[in-house]
């Protein structure tokens, strides 16, 4: 099991994440995210931290296996086991899946870390948006 200790908040760059509001239907896309690098062990500590309490405890994540780096059967994060899962489903390739017990399943759009702030701006917002 691989251990992923949080960083200091200050030191590093704020997490760029913008979520659908809650409610209303289920949508294809919860929301996106966009990582600073394709390692795993890295991102994801700061992704799950900065994820809303309602979302209750991330216990699993399914990632695309061609996109990240190596990723381990499961890491700790803020002493919380964290089953991680790689997907080949080309689908799949930049969406992140979270599943909380109990509480439900996200799927976030991952734009990727070399996009520009001008490209990613609105990739960002069109997955925040409310579906009717």
Same mark, same amino acid.
């Given at each position: ?10 030191? !590093? ?43 209750? !405890? ?7 296996? +061609? /996109? ?9 994060v803020?002493?919380?086991v ?11 390739? !930049?969406?992140i899946?979270?599943? +909380? ?13 070399? /996009? /520009? ?8 917002? +069109? ?6």
């Amino acid at each position: 099991m691989t251990t992923a200790l949080q960083p200091p908040l200050p030191s !590093h760059p704020l997490l760029r994440l913008r979520l659908a509001p809650p409610g209303g239907m289920p949508r294809p896309i919860d929301g996106a995210w966009w990582p600073r690098s394709y390692d795993l062990l890295a991102e994801l500590p700061r992704l799950l931290a900065g994820l809303p309490r309602m979302w209750g !405890h991330i216990t699993s994540v399914t990632v695309n296996g +061609a /996109t990240w780096s190596a990723v381990p059967g499961r890491m700790l994060v803020s002493n919380q086991v964290v089953r991680l899962h790689r997907t080949p489903t080309a689908s799949a390739a !930049h969406t992140i899946i979270l599943l +909380a017990p109990g509480q439900g399943r996200w799927d976030l759009l991952v734009v990727p870390p070399d /996009t /520009t702030e001008e490209a990613a701006e609105p990739l960002m917002a +069109a997955a925040a948006e409310r579906q009717a």
